[in-house]
């Protein structure tokens, strides 16, 4: 007796893992329709249809980008570009006619 409470004690936590599923992956992604895929998938997830349009809507979709995220796709300066390109050449990444093509590229 006592087996089959631990069994199904371990269904609902894998029924209950499961169904949060969508939830936790646009959380993850930093989804910009976050709220509305939890609200979705709490309220109607029971009817396997809507879970799993919530699961596709998961994946799908922009993320919402914050601070240090966004601040990176901002252009950077003239000056900036040159000191990268520099570093480069110094390591041997960048050949001297390739630091010269970029920048004179940067400086038009």
């Known amino acids: 007796m006592e087996f089959l409470t631990g069994t199904y004690i371990l269904i609902a936590a894998a029924s209950f893992f499961l169904y949060i599923i969508p939830m936790m992956i646009a959380f993850h ?11 979705v998938n709490l309220l109607l997830g029971w009817t396997v249809v ?27 300066s003239r000056y900036e570009e040159l000191e990268k390109i520099s570093e480069l050449r ?3 990444v ?5 630091f010269e093509r970029e920048k004179s590229r940067i400086l038009k």
């Open 50 to 76: 809507a879970w799993v349009v919530c699961l596709i809507w998961s994946f799908i979709g922009k993320p919402k980008y914050y601070g240090e995220f966004k601040s990176s796709t901002l252009p950077r």
């Open 29 to 39: 992604r930093h989804h910009e329709n976050y709220t509305v895929i939890f609200l």
């Open 94 to 98: 960048l050949t001297t006619e390739e």
């Open 90 to 92: 110094s390591s041997g």
